[in-house]
């Protein structure tokens, strides 16, 4: 083995043992369900517009997809700003 090789793998050393940690803990982890809560869809415009109508039906067929409660909450006045 010459110098230049000898010097490299002990740099080595510290990085495969922290991939070989990162590695067991990933299958450590237990994802949480998504969503968790109930989901909120804010509607920009009041209630009763074409938006709002678009609003309802797309939270109707989440609710469905997700199995979890969706909201859709109307902030008339914020089409530029969402808070």
């Given at each position: 083995?010459?110098?230049?090789?000898?010097?490299?793998?002990?740099?080595?050393?510290?990085?495969?043992?922290?991939?070989?940690?990162?590695?067991?803990?990933?299958?450590?982890?237990?994802?949480?369900?998504?969503?968790?809560?109930?989901?909120?869809?804010?509607?920009p415009t009041s209630a009763?517009?074409?938006?709002?109508?678009?609003?309802?039906?797309?939270?109707?067929?989440?609710?469905?997809?997700?199995?979890?409660?969706?909201?859709?909450?109307?902030?008339?006045g914020a089409e530029v700003?969402?808070?």
């Open positions: 083995m010459d110098k230049k090789t000898s010097t490299v793998i002990p740099a080595l050393g510290p990085f495969i043992a922290a991939l070989i940690a990162a590695l067991c803990m990933a299958t450590l982890v237990i994802a949480q369900p998504f969503p968790s809560r109930p989901v909120r869809v804010v509607v009763g517009g074409a938006t709002d109508a678009f609003a309802r039906a797309l939270a109707q067929r989440l609710a469905e997809n997700w199995g979890q409660t969706t909201v859709v909450e109307n902030r008339p700003l969402q808070a």
